[in-house]
C-alpha cells in the first residue's frame, strides 16, 4: 500500500525546512518539495539579520518586535556557528527622526525582548568614532546591536535535521497540482509521482498567489503583495566591523553590513513588481543606494564599484498601505472540507521568526494531527 504522509510542504524556504524539522521532530511523517535548490529564493536573497525590526516599532508592530527579539536570541543560541551580533550606528541627522524619538525606539529595543545576552544600545560621539567613515556634520550617533545570519546555510540546517530525523525532502522537484480526496491530499509531482498526504501546507513565500490559485485551485480572501528589495555588494567601504542603519528623506532606511571579509553589503530598496520570478535590481535602485551612500560616508562611490546585486521579493500581507508599512508579520489561512483534509496558507513571515512561526504552524494544526507530540521542542535544540 502506498504510504500516506501526515504533511506535505509545499516549498523549501525557511519556513518550509523550518516546518519540517518542528514537525518530524514531534513524530510526524513529513514530504518537502522544492522546485529548485532548497533556501535558493527569497530565504538566501535577505539582509541576512536575525532582527527586531527597530523601524517597525514606527508603525506600532510591538507584538513582531517582541517574538523578533525573543527569536534572535534563540537562533543565536541554537546556531551559533552561522550567526553573530554586530553594532549599528544610526548617524542621528537633524532634518530627520528626532534623537527623542530615537533613544525612545531603541530603550523599547533593549527591553521588550525581555533578558538578553546581547549588548544594549547606547548614544555615541561621532566626532570621535567613525569619522573616518562618515561626513564631518554627523556629529551624534546612537549604537545597537542585532544579529548577521548566513540566512541560506540557516534554511540547509534545518532541512539536514529534518533529513536527518526521517524527512523525505526533494530538491529541483515542482508540485504542479493537487487533489483534495476523502480524507487528504493526493499530490502531483513533475517528475510523475504523486504523494499522499493528511495536510497539506503552502509555503511558497512569494509565489503563495501562485501556487492558490494555479496548483491548488481554491478562492481564498487573502493575498499577497510582491515587493522586490534589491542589494549592492562593493568592495568594503571602511574596515571596522560595524554595520550602518542610514536614514533617508523619504522615511525609509538602509542598511551598511559588512559582508565576507572584504565586502560591503549595501540594501535595500522597495518596489511593487507583478511577479516574484527572476528578480533583479533596476538603474534607479542602483542611484537610490550609492546616493544615500555619498550622503553619508566621506568615501563616495558610483556603479563602477558595485561588484554584485541581488534582489528578492517580500511576501507581504496585502493591506493597501505603502511599502514600507505593510506589516512583516504572518498570517494562516486554514481552509477545510467539512473540517477534513486541512489546508494551511502561510502568508508573510521573515527569516527571524521562522522557527516561532513553525510552531505555531503545529499548534493550529494539532486538532488535526492525533499522532504527534505536542511538546514544543525547537527552542533549545541545537540545529
Ligand atoms: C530584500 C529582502 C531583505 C530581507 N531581509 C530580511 C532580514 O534581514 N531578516 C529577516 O528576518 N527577513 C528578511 N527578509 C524576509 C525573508 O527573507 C523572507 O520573509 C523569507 O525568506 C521568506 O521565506 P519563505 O520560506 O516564505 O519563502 P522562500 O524562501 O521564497 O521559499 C519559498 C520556496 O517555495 C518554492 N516553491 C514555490 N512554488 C513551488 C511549487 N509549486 N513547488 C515546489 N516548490 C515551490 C520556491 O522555489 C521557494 O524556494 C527579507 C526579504 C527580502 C526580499
Known amino acids: 500500500m502506498k504510504q500516506v504522509f501526515d504533511i506535505f510542504i509545499i516549498g523549501g524556504g525557511i519556513n518550509g525546512a523550518g516546518i519540517a524539522r518542528d514537525a518530524v521532530g514531534r513524530g510526524l511523517k513529513v514530504f518537502l518539495a522544492e522546485k529548485g535548490k532548497v533556501g535558493s529564493a527569497t530565504s538566501s536573497w535577505s539582509s541576512k539579520l536575525i532582527h527586531g525590526g527597530l523601524r517597525y516599532l514606527e508603525n506600532y508592530e510591538f507584538k513582531l ?15 551559533p556557528s552561522i550567526t553573530r551580533p554586530i553594532p549599528f ?4 541627522s537633524k532634518k530627520l527622526r528626532s534623537k527623542l524619538l530615537i533613544r525612545l525606539g531603541l530603550f523599547l529595543y533593549d527591553n521588550l525582548g525581555g533578558k538578553t545576552k546581547i549588548p544594549k544600545s547606547s548614544k555615541i560621539n561621532l566626532t570621535k568614532k567613525y569619522s573616518n567613515i562618515l561626513h564631518s556634520h554627523f556629529s551624534v550617533g546612537f549604537q545597537y546591536y542585532d544579529v548577521q545570519v548566513d540566512d541560506k546555510k540557516l534554511v540547509e540546517m534545518n532541512i539536514n535535521d529534518a533529513k536527518k530525523m526521517g524527512a523525505s525532502i526533494l530538491e ?25 498526504s493528511k495536510i497539506l501546507i503552502n509555503a511558497a513565500g512569494p509565489w503563495i498567489n501562485e501556487t492558490v490559485n494555479n496548483v491548488i485551485k481554491i478562492n481564498t480572501n487573502k493575498s499577497i503583495r510582491l515587493v522586490r528589495g534589491s542589494h549592492i555588494i562593493t568592495n568594503k567601504l571602511y574596515d571596522e566591523e560595524v554595520a550602518f542603519t542610514l536614514q ?31 528578480p533583479s535590481i533596476s538603474d534607479d535602485e542602483k542611484i537610490y543606494l550609492i546616493n544615500t551612500i555619498n550622503n553619508y560616508f566621506v568615501k563616495q562611490i558610483s556603479q563602477q564599484d558595485i561588484i554584485d546585486t541581488y534582489s528578492g521579493i517580500r511576501p507581504l500581507i496585502e493591506d493597501f498601505k505603502e511599502a514600507s508599512k505593510v506589516t512583516r508579520d504572518y498570517v494562516f489561512d486554514l481552509n477545510l472540507d467539512n473540517n477534513r483534509s486541512p489546508l494551511l496558507n502561510i502568508y508573510g513571515g521573515k527569516l527571524t521568526t521562522y522557527r516561532k512561526l513553525s510552531e505555531k504552524v503545529m499548534e493550529e494544526l494539532s486538532p488535526y494531527l492525533s499522532n504527534t507530540k505536542t511538546k514544543n521542542w525547537t527552542a533549545s535544540k541545537q540545529l
Open 65 to 79: 518586535v517582541r517574538e523578533s527579539l525573543k527569536e534572535r536570541e534563540v537562533i543565536t543560541n541554537i546556531a
Open 89 to 92: 550606528i544610526i548617524p542621528h
Open 172 to 196: 529541483n522537484t515542482k508540485v504542479i497540482n493537487v487533489n483534495r480526496a476523502e480524507e487528504g491530499w493526493d499530490i502531483n509531482l513533475d517528475n510523475g509521482e504523486i504523494i499522499k
Open 248 to 278: 533617508n528623506d523619504d522615511n525609509r532606511i538602509v542598511f551598511v553590513i559588512p559582508y565576507k571579509e572584504q565586502f560591503s553589503l549595501i540594501g535595500t530598496t522597495e518596489v511593487d513588481v507583478n511577479t516574484p520570478d527572476n
